[in-house]
């Protein structure tokens, strides 16, 4: 069954969907819950509160060094169910193929989903094929959207934002942006840079359990700057930050430098931006660095009590300058 | 900002995404789990059984008789949890958008999903847009999940189905086929056959009442017999259907014989098979008729204890055979 290409009946329902369905994806996915192959999957409700998100992955190409688009849709959902303060259980996995696409590849990004999946402790219990004619997709889409559980006791989010919080981010910045620029061909350098791509939710459950931590975001499409804009935006205070505490690799400040991207725009796949209480936020620090995933973690600047929903930058020289949100197009399908 | 087409900007996390969500998504959606736009949404359990599923939609085009792929992506959601006996509650809606396609008419879709979402009492709670290069997707890909609760005392699946249980079927099979087919310009007649896309959880919610039902499916992509052999699959009983008593318009049938399909394999998006228990099958089947998308509700057949997982047809002229899945392709990107 792995060897051959994705064919309109596929996604037909019939005979080889179901193929398609027993030798791919449940044998990668195998789980009590999607094992029955119901329209449905059924588990106990897994606490008080849940969290609910969803993405879609269009990353072009979908292999790119440090991860692919089974391993960028499974991590994603996973982050989007951390940053809110949430235990990622339950994930559903949509396909949309391109006519065409070569079964062997398929298998390989759904081994990349199962494994990631399996590492977190999540389950894949529900989904979806759909394959479109030739040049109406381009090779493979995926959805995922997950179901998480929040803890009694956790409350985090921008509205508990204050003035004199600290702003942490968890390592280096614009590296998943630079990994997929080297897999299409655009940088000409030597450069070996690895995609970040990673599941945050130990992470996060570790500076959580600190009990200084007032809100966390990923910074994905749009980079650091974009999700700090955000959460500008949606706490209604300022942010100001500091170019010079911003981690930033040498070869992707390079690249960057060269090619005219800003690495501080550049989309992340593995980062967390964490917003801790002033007193806390040496503990929130040491909390993050102990993990592998935060080790080169900062604290890159604070909230401020001015410049409500904006965002600020003091360079090197000390001078400051409001950062917007991109209004164009950095670099498209980059997740 | 209805006015325009969809750039690539307008998937990139920026200015221009930002003013699509407030402008598009959220104005259509709104709801208080939505608005604060964090990464995911948070709300309370429902109950102690839940219920998760999801689809991705492909339909070409994207608007037909009867409905839209905005239409459908909320109402197959709500009909993959209605048939597991859930209620549905809370989507989330993700979107893949070919760049260039008019934002008259992605609103315009995004408007009749929020109208079906809110005649059903579900709410679209997270979602995310994805924005890629013409001729890299065909104008718009919608994938939408669910979340129900399951009401305490109601157990149904295919596990629990006996020999002597009535196959009722909720009405005409092949509407939504031949309303695609009619789109696409494949019927020269002049038939005036709509979809029958519509949300069935009242309908099941209503049948489940009856305290009869073994199991429920909606006979979507690969039709009524597809659907059929899934539940003799599941099951591990066969299945026997009389031809004469399954319910087809005499339109869909005149299409089905001019073009060569067969209406018992075309996708249907509002009907239902439902499996009761013998005793109170015609309380199952009074039940359907009394609700206006089971007006036209049959007993089509019954399980049985032989030909374990195999589905039998039997004609008007009283000979018998298997009806399997189909093993091609009979219409694409019917849903």
Redesign the interface.
């Known amino acids: 069954m792995k060897s051959g290409t994705i064919?309109?009946?596929h996604?037909?329902?019939?005979?080889?969907?179901?193929r398609l369905i027993q030798d791919v994806f449940l044998k990668a996915f195998k789980n009590p819950f999607l094992e029955?192959?119901?329209?449905?999957?059924?588990?106990?409700?897994?606490?008080?509160?849940?969290?609910?998100?969803?993405?879609?992955?269009?990353v072009?190409p979908i292999f790119f060094p440090g991860g692919d688009i089974g391993k960028l849709s499974v991590c994603g959902t996973i982050?989007?169910?951390a940053?809110?303060g949430?235990t990622p259980l339950?994930m559903?996995?949509?396909?949309?193929i391109e006519e065409g696409l070569e079964l062997e590849e398929l298998a390989k990004v759904v081994e990349s989903m199962a494994k990631t999946a399996l590492m977190a402790g999540v389950q894949i219990?529900?989904?979806?094929t759909?394959?479109?004619?030739k040049?109406?997709?381009?090779r493979l889409?995926i959805?995922t959207?997950g179901?998480?559980v929040?803890p009694d006791g956790v409350d985090v989010?921008?509205?508990f934002m204050e003035p004199g919080d600290a702003v942490i981010i968890s390592g280096t910045v614009g590296d998943h942006g630079v990994s997929v620029m080297r897999e299409r061909g655009m940088i000409t350098l030597d450069v070996d840079v690895e995609s970040d791509c990673a599941p945050l939710h130990e992470l996060a459950s570790a500076v959580v359990s600190t009990g200084f931590v007032k809100a966390m975001?990923?910074p994905?499409?749009?980079g650091l700057i974009?999700t700090l804009n955000?959460l500008a935006l949606?706490s209604g205070h300022g942010i100001l930050v500091k170019e010079e505490n911003i981690p930033v690799k040498e070869e992707v400040r390079g690249v960057c430098e060269i090619l005219g991207f800003d690495p501080m725009y550049l989309a992340n796949e593995g980062k967390m931006i964490c917003i801790a209480g002033k007193d806390g936020a040496k503990d929130v620090l040491k909390a993050m660095r102990k993990n592998p995933l935060g080790k080169d973690a900062e604290i890159i600047g604070e909230v401020i009590g001015e410049r409500s929903g904006k965002v600020l930058l003091e360079t090197s020289l000390g001078t400051r300058r409001i950062m917007?949100?991109?209004?164009?197009?950095?670099l498209?399908?980059i997740c």
Chains 1, 2 share one sequence.
Not at 13 to 18: A, I, T, V
Not at 36 to 58: C, E, I, W
Not at 92 to 96: E, M
Request: net charge negative; hydrophobic share 35%; proline share 6%.
């Open positions: 064919l309109l009946s996604g037909a329902g019939g005979k080889l969907s179901h029955p192959l119901n329209d449905q999957a059924v588990f106990p409700s897994p606490g008080k509160r849940l969290a609910f998100t969803t993405d879609s992955y269009v072009s982050n989007d169910l940053v809110g949430a339950y559903s996995a949509s396909f949309i219990v529900t989904g979806d759909k394959v479109v004619e040049g109406k997709a381009d889409f959805n959207a179901v998480g929040i989010g921008p509205s975001r990923d994905t499409r749009g974009t955000e949606s917007e949100m991109l209004s164009g197009e950095q498209p399908r």
